[in-house]
């Protein structure tokens, strides 16, 4: 296709009529609608803080209103100096004076999460405006006015520069959200242990989060400063932190048009009221109820309007007569099988014990997952084989046992390694619960998941014969079988030294499972990693392993080739609660 040909980007078009937009409200509005349109246009700034934090990452911080008062003194001080460029300087400064504070109330969020977390951040609100109301802004007892340059002094000028800015601000973010960075935000809000055993740094993730969010919401506090020209404690009250965190939730503030929406609903519902002679109190109730509504329906109002945006143009594709780009689940291609025996251990585990208090999850097991093996761990429910597995990928100690990757020990006598640096070390694994983030797309996660940049057609080669799924598919969208077997895909596309897979047939039909067993066997020559199957299927284990491992009561009973140790009347006994025949 050549290059005049190629249809123009919907976000160009958007960006376009976005502007258009924006420049007609500023010359055909009179000015107090001009005023009102400026104060939607800055609180939308402001949701996009907490569509950072609270949309993408997942956590509650009810202190927004602090860090635009943070960002709003700076430019009232930056001003009173009279430093150089004005607003157009200003602005960035201010919003790097709230980065420190982003990041101090972002450390207590690395142990706390849901309402302690929003009780510090409400506190860290509360401090924030007894120390402001107790010290003036900068310039107010002299009657000093923050300036506007040249270019923005009138109302007009300067709601188009804050338009400017809340584009700028959407940008950055939507570039942002493409990178591994934003993946990790949203892999956050699903599940802590997920992104951590996906080799992304948990705290790194949060206090990059607190840190993004603090920036944008002293930008808005910077240009609530430049349209009112002089600011005081009672525009920051820590109340409208509470109000910003339930507007951002009903409106979906992690979207650009969610938090624009939000913000056009601020102001609107409060003229109405006042115009209607109601208080304006009664604002903060139809917020509340509808970010309760929200979180009931667990999307915001972008959401759904995203939703239904997908459902009109998949309505006309089929239209259309195009067919879907799903790869079909067909069986993967013949691979060579594993190597013989004779080869390096993969992962090594030695005398790995886990206790809860006085009960003895895993008592000092040992076994060993060779190189280019599909190895199985199974057992009764109880036996300790989830306790194992924590302890193999480093959520719980190993109570002193050994755990090598590779011939390189991620835990011993010393202490272990951080959970994401075990997955960096080669030793990837999945849960028994979903845990795919399903804000992403099966793209966005498989290059999260595997750590490096995937052409669609490696994704697509990832995804055939396990997923039904093309790579621009929504997570959303699939079943929950279908992101469990992603999340595998997601694990082997990272290349592990092994990869341990927790009950990946769950949920699965017979013949599923039987399909399952095939690829599975020719994971080792597909991918290089060898594989710790635990499983409760033991047709899947059977077809899919060459050595087992069976725990009970914490202990190893049996090890070797399956059917010999299927066979064993210790086994019988114990994972399948029958006696041996006479």
């Known amino acids: 296709m050549r290059p005049a040909d190629r249809p123009v980007p919907r976000w160009a078009v958007a960006g376009v009529l976005m502007a258009a937009g924006a420049y007609g409200l500023a010359a055909g509005l009179p000015a107090y609608w001009v005023f009102l349109a400026m104060s939607a246009v800055i609180s939308g700034v402001l949701l996009q803080s907490l569509g950072v934090v609270a949309g ?83 310039g107010v007892s002299q009657g000093v006015v923050v300036g506007r340059p040249a270019g923005l002094t009138s109302d007009r000028q300067f709601f188009l520069f804050c338009c400017g800015v809340f584009a700028l601000v959407a940008v950055a973010l939507a570039v942002v959200r493409r990178t591994r960075l934003g993946a990790s935000w949203r892999a956050l809000k699903e599940s802590e242990r997920a992104t951590a055993a996906a080799g992304t740094s948990v705290p790194g993730a949060k206090l990059s989060a607190f840190a993004v969010s603090a920036f944008i919401a002293g930008v808005s506090g910077a240009l609530l400063a430049g349209q009112l020209a002089m600011v005081v404690s009672r525009n920051f009250d820590p109340g409208q932190s509470l109000v910003a965190y339930a507007v951002a939730v009903m409106a979906g503030a992690h979207h650009a048009e969610g938090a624009l929406i939000g913000g ?71 691979l060579p099988a594993p190597g013989p025996d004779g080869r390096p251990p993969a992962l090594r585990i030695e005398g790995v014990s886990v206790r809860y208090g006085q009960v003895v999850a895993v008592d000092g097991v040992g076994l060993t997952v060779l190189a280019g093996e599909v ?28 755990v090598e990757v590779g011939g390189v020990a991620v835990a011993g006598a010393r202490g272990g390694t951080a959970v994401h640096r075990r997955a960096r070390a080669g030793l990837r694994r999945t849960f028994q619960q979903d845990r795919v983030p399903v804000g992403l797309s099966v793209r966005e996660y498989l290059r999260f998941a595997a750590r490096r940049a995937l052409s669609d057609a490696e994704l697509a080669e990832g995804l055939a014969g396990l997923v039904a799924a093309a790579p621009g598919d929504p997570i959303a969208a699939l079943d929950v079988g279908s992101r469990r077997l992603l999340e595998v895909a997601g694990t082997l596309l990272a290349r592990p030294a092994v990869a341990v897979l927790d009950e990946p047939a769950a949920g699965l039909g017979h013949a599923e499972s039987e399909r399952l067993g095939a690829w599975l066997r020719r994971v080792p020559a597909r991918y290089g990693a060898a594989v710790l199957l635990i499983e409760h299927d033991l047709d899947l284990v059977r077809a899919a392993c060459t050595g087992v491992t069976v725990l009970d009561f914490g202990r190893v009973i049996a090890q070797g080739p399956p059917a010999e140790v299927f066979a064993e009347p210790g086994v019988l006994r114990a994972y399948l609660g029958q006696e041996p025949a006479a």
């Not at 309505?315 to 259309?320: E, F, L, N, V």
């Not at 924590?390 to 109570?399: C, E, K, L, Y």
């Open 56 to 138: 993408q990452a997942g956590m509650v911080s009810l202190c927004q209103m602090a860090f635009a008062a943070i960002g709003a003194w700076t430019t009232a001080q930056l001003n009173v100096w009279g430093v150089p460029g004005g607003l157009y300087v200003w602005l960035p400064l201010a919003g790097l004076a709230a980065v420190p504070f982003g990041l101090l109330i972002g450390l207590p969020a690395l142990r706390l999460r849901g309402v302690h977390l929003a009780i510090v951040t409400l506190g860290f609100a509360a401090t924030v405006d007894v120390v402001m109301a107790a010290n003036s802004f900068p």
């Open 264 to 334: 056009a609903l601020g102001m609107l519902v409060s003229e109405l009221l006042r115009r209607f002679g109601v208080p304006q109190q009664w604002a903060n109730v139809v917020f509340a109820v509808g970010a309760v509504q929200a979180m009931t329906q667990g999307s915001g109002m972008s959401d759904g309007l995203r939703a239904a945006l997908r459902s009109r143009r998949a309505r006309r594709s089929r239209g259309s007569g195009a067919a879907p780009d799903v790869p079909a689940a067909a069986a993967a291609p013949e």
């Open 375 to 402: 190895h199985g761990l199974v057992g009764p429910n109880g036996a300790g084989k989830s306790s194992l597995v924590d302890a193999i990928s480093g959520f719980v100690p190993a109570g002193g046992g050994l």
